[in-house]
């Protein structure tokens, strides 16, 4: 933020006047860059927004030697409610948290309902057509087993000598 500058009043017969200095930032956007960062600190604090609105959900991805699994929190959601695809490397899960229907006066809300989206690039190549998913406990558990060409392997080191490969 810019420092303030010492200006006097323009009529020339009161310039020795100390009664009209007036204290003026010397940027005049100073004042809006300040109002900038805090609404960019206020919105890092409620999370990073996902295209469906939602703060992004909670993800843990673990490599196995054969495959990865893909762990995401969705508390209160219910199995019909939710849609798994895959497509290439991209694992994609959207669905919606319904709205309880309440009987009396709701005070506070801090829980998520509606809509949400969330999309996740695995780093290797997959098998696709053995994707496994389940969910329990309000967390969803996606198996993603690695295609073969992706999976490491020790290759048996033979000597010079030796014209048969061994695998």
Do not use: C
């Not at 009209?20 to 809006?32: E, G, K, N, S």
């Not at 993800?59 to 019909?80: K, N, Q």
């Amino acid at each position: 933020m810019a420092l303030p500058t010492r200006r006097h009043s323009s009529d020339p017969a009161r310039r020795g006047d100390v009664g009209a200095v007036r204290w003026l930032p010397t940027d005049p956007f100073a004042d809006f860059e300040d109002i900038y960062r805090r609404m960019d600190q206020m919105m890092r604090s409620f999370g990073s927004i996902d295209r469906g609105g939602w703060p992004q959900v909670p993800v843990d991805i673990e490599e196995t030697g054969d495959a990865y699994v893909v762990e995401i929190d969705l508390p209160g959601v219910a199995r019909d409610d939710v849609t798994l695809e895959w497509n290439d490397r991209e694992l994609t899960v959207h669905g919606e948290v319904k709205e309880r229907e309440r009987t009396g006066f709701l005070r506070t809300q801090t829980r998520r309902a509606g809509q949400f989206h969330h999309s996740i690039t695995l780093p290797g190549e997959v098998d696709g057509d053995r994707i496994a998913a389940s969910l329990e406990d309000g967390v969803l558990t996606v198996r993603v087993p690695k295609a073969d060409s992706g999976r490491a392997r020790r290759i048996q080191i033979t000597s010079s000598g030796q014209k048969q490969l061994n695998s």
